[in-house]
């Protein structure tokens, strides 16, 4: 087996907590951070609902003038990027080492920004465009503001690959440390897409669900009556570690992270290929370089979106990879909760894969009360459940054909 790689720290900021911790301890209480959206007026638009981040003040967390120059998603992944330092044990940050990297990944960027400033462009002139415009807008630069906050000098790049962003995000970094290009990489997602621009595209595709009347039931991942996704926002970060760094240094190692498939589905721009092959494909490959067999998985955080095709597909891709054993496994969706964080999902499902093996707990799928017949394996309908989890899979899916696995287990050293 390659060098091994652990997870030392965890940050995130959601629509149902701000804090890793806070975001955990409601995904197991099974709360919807979903609402009808407030941080622009949504009345002209079909869907109005989104899991926003309430009563966000960049300002708590950094100086005022610093937060408007950059996106909301910027301040995103900075906020996750300080907590997952400090419960890694870096509450200083990392003194301008080379050998700490950082890796952002995003769907979008500063797509919010866009949008402003090409309003500002027609109705004001170009001389009003903002000189921060361009650098607020750049999908790399939630990643260069985490580098520049925390004073990491290493490796420092923005995987950009529609949902599985930070997904990729983890595999490419564990793949820096095993080049010993890095010691530690602070990796994750973020993502802040709720502006009308970004609801009316994804609106246009048919992509959302309509439950506008009923916020927390919209999403509802494996459910015979879901109607498309939720989009969500916030951030979610890992410290990843050289093993024997993280040990010569007396850290809590919370669990090693062993491996990590990516494909393509070279089939469509928004639908997954016919009975989830990218995922199987996916799942496999990560399996392969863990080399654990699919027997030894005890839970999966699916990428249950919520609209037809992929929760379909996903369930069929599960059962090609397990076959009888898929239905011995835990199996859960916590987009049902979180909505869908576009490039930052995979990184707030890391995070929620990661507690269910330290916890012994596995998060709920919400609003799960019509299980459609096509998806029939456990996926936790609503209640929390406790059990021992040794290894557990997080899957990502994204617009293009991207699929993305990550393999997480306990540490033992």
Same mark, same amino acid.
Request: negative net charge; contains cysteine; aromatic residues 6%.
């Given at each position: ?139 790399n630069m939630g990643s260069g503001q985490v580098s520049i906050a925390l004073q ?79 989009? /969500?926002?916030? #951030?979610?970060? +890992?410290? @990843? %570690? !050289?093993? =024997?760094? $993280? ?5 809590? &190692?919370? *669990? ?22 990218? /995922?199987?494909? #996916?799942?496999? +490959?990560? @399996? %392969? !370089?863990? =080399?654990? $067999? ?5 839970? &999966?955080? *699916? ?111």
């Open positions: 087996m390659d060098e091994r790689i652990v997870v030392t720290g965890m940050g995130a900021v959601t629509a149902v907590g701000a804090t890793a911790a806070e975001t955990w301890e409601s995904l197991v209480a099974g709360r919807s951070g979903v609402r009808t959206i407030s941080i622009f007026d949504p009345s002209r638009l079909s869907v109005r609902i989104a899991a926003e981040v309430s009563d966000w003040k960049p300002e708590d967390y950094m100086a005022r003038k610093d937060a408007r120059r950059m996106d909301r998603y910027s301040q995103f992944a900075i906020v996750a990027s300080n907590e997952a330092a400090a419960d890694a044990g870096f509450e200083s940050g990392f003194d301008g080492s080379d050998r700490v990297g950082v890796m952002i990944g995003t769907g979008i960027g500063g797509i919010t920004t866009t949008q402003e400033q090409f309003r500002i462009l027609d109705s004001r002139g170009p001389d009003r465009v903002s000189p921060f415009a361009v650098p607020m807008m750049l999908p990491a000098r290493g490796p420092n790049l923005a995987p950009m690959s529609a949902c599985s962003s930070a997904a990729d995000a983890f595999g490419l970094a564990a793949e820096t440390i095993r080049r010993n290009e890095a010691d530690v990489m602070v990796v994750g997602g973020a993502e802040a897409p709720l502006c009308e621009m970004a609801v009316a595209g994804f609106a246009s595709a048919r992509a959302l669900s309509g439950r506008n009347e009923d916020p927390a039931a919209a999403s509802r991942p494996f459910d015979v009556e879901r109607d498309g996704f939720v989009m /969500g926002e916030g #951030a979610a970060v +890992l410290v @990843l %570690e !050289r093993a =024997e760094h $993280a040990v010569a240094r007396g850290a809590e &190692i919370i *669990a090693e992270m062993c491996g990590y498939g990516s494909v393509g589905d070279a089939y469509h721009i928004t639908q997954p290929a016919e009975g989830g092959d990218g /995922g199987v494909r #996916a799942m496999s +490959l990560a @399996l %392969e !370089r863990s =080399e654990i $067999a699919p027997s030894e998985v005890d839970y &999966i955080n *699916a990428h249950g979106t919520s609209t037809p095709l992929n929760d379909k597909f996903e369930t069929m891709a599960i059962k090609s990879v397990f076959g009888e054993s898929a239905y011995g496994l835990s199996i859960s969706s916590t987009k049902s909760m979180t909505g869908h964080l576009l490039g930052a999902a995979g990184a707030v499902e890391a995070v929620a894969t990661v507690e269910a093996i330290r916890s012994g707990v596995i998060p709920p799928t919400i609003n799960l009360d019509h299980p459609d017949p096509d998806c029939d394996l456990d996926y936790t309908p609503n209640v929390c459940r406790e059990r021992e989890v040794r290894v557990a899979l997080s899957n990502s899916m994204g617009f293009g054909g991207h699929n993305a696995c990550l393999v997480f287990k306990r540490w033992e050293g």
